[in-house]
């Protein structure tokens, strides 16, 4: 591995050569750019199922639906196997955004910034478990952090977890499983990912919404062209957007250095969260946010393959 003043390029197969210091600057400001509209998102999701009350499902499968429309040239040919892109596409769709819209509507946008960084640990454990991977003492101090931090922000007396927290935190087991079980599928074009969990997220959560919701419509036409905009920002600029361009960079460069700098995501979003949705900050969240995400840098780095699961867990 070659170092240089910004990025490490992965050695490839054609001898390509290593990226002159505007394209590593280059690189660079785009992950930057990228973890900034990370950040946004989560804001912005805040903004549309917390203030504005638009129903989180509704607003998940609406999303999704943009996401389909805009993918579709490149949805075939289909993964294989087919089950498992099925599986992965409703675990890292519905079973992550959905989740997380429904725990926005009461936690802040920096808390669940925090909380979401579970996923990391999680992801380690599940591919433990289902993979057989091995953890050596120094992911297991950076696991134990992790789920400190954790801790220390949802604190509460008697231990006691708000329901928001618990959406929080089963949307970041979603992703995490979705991407455990994506290391045992063939690579996947990102692109061709975003295209197939639009696809297979819609139709679930367009039912719930219908059975679970009420007054959608209404709630979303209320807001006009601003909701327009949200979703526009959410399902293009999101997710076919920093998507593709963080899968791209993850194929460019080390896991191993990318990995660690999409702890930007958190910090970007704490600091958005202040100054737009007014978030409240004290010296115990600060402090568990601090634990949590040394840990998670701690697991990052001891990380050997890329990090599929960082686009589903941020954005």
């Not at 210091?21 to 785009?30: E, H, K, P, Y």
């Not at 057989?132 to 509460?156: D, M, N």
């Not at 209404?218 to 899968?247: E, K, M, N, P, Q």
Request: with cysteine; glycine share 8%; charged share 10%.
């Amino acid at each position: 591995m070659r170092k240089g003043a910004g990025l490490v390029k992965r050695p490839s197969n054609s001898g390509g050569k290593v990226p002159n210091v505007l394209m590593r600057l280059r690189d660079f400001f785009l992950l930057v750019l990228v973890c900034v509209i990370w950040a946004l998102s989560n804001v912005v999701s805040r903004i549309v199922v917390g203030q504005w009350m638009v129903p989180p499902l509704f607003f998940a499968a609406v999303r999704f639906a943009v996401v389909m429309l805009a993918t579709l040239p490149w949805l075939l040919p289909m993964p294989r196997p087919a089950w498992r892109m099925i599986v992965v596409g409703m675990l890292m769709g519905g079973g992550n955004f959905a989740v997380l819209f429904l725990g926005l509507r009461t936690v802040t946008p920096s808390m669940a910034a925090i909380v979401v960084q579970s996923s990391v640990p999680i992801t380690t454990l599940l591919s433990v478990i289902l993979l057989g991977e091995r953890i050596h003492w120094r992911r297991g101090l950076g696991i134990a952090l992790a789920l400190a931090g954790v801790l220390i922000v949802v604190w509460q007396p008697g231990l006691q977890l708000s329901a928001g927290v618990l959406y929080i935190l089963a949307a970041a087991f979603a992703g995490s499983l979705g991407a455990v079980l994506m290391k045992q599928m063939e690579e996947v074009p990102a692109i061709r990912l975003q295209a197939w969990v639009g696809l297979t997220s819609l139709l679930p959560l367009a039912l719930f919404s219908w059975g679970f919701e009420h007054h959608q419509i209404d709630l979303a036409l209320r807001h006009g062209w601003h909701f327009g905009v949200a979703i526009a920002f959410s399902a293009l600029v999101v997710s076919v957007g920093a998507h593709t361009v963080y899968y791209s960079l993850i194929k460019r460069y080390e896991a191993n250095l990318i990995a660690p700098l999409t702890l930007l995501t958190p910090l970007f979003t704490i600091a958005l969260g202040y100054f737009i949705t007014h978030d409240r900050l004290d010296a115990r969240m600060l402090l568990g946010a601090a634990i949590a995400l040394i840990g998670v840098l701690i697991v990052a780095l001891r990380r050997s393959k890329a990090p599929v699961a960082e686009a589903a867990e941020h954005g």
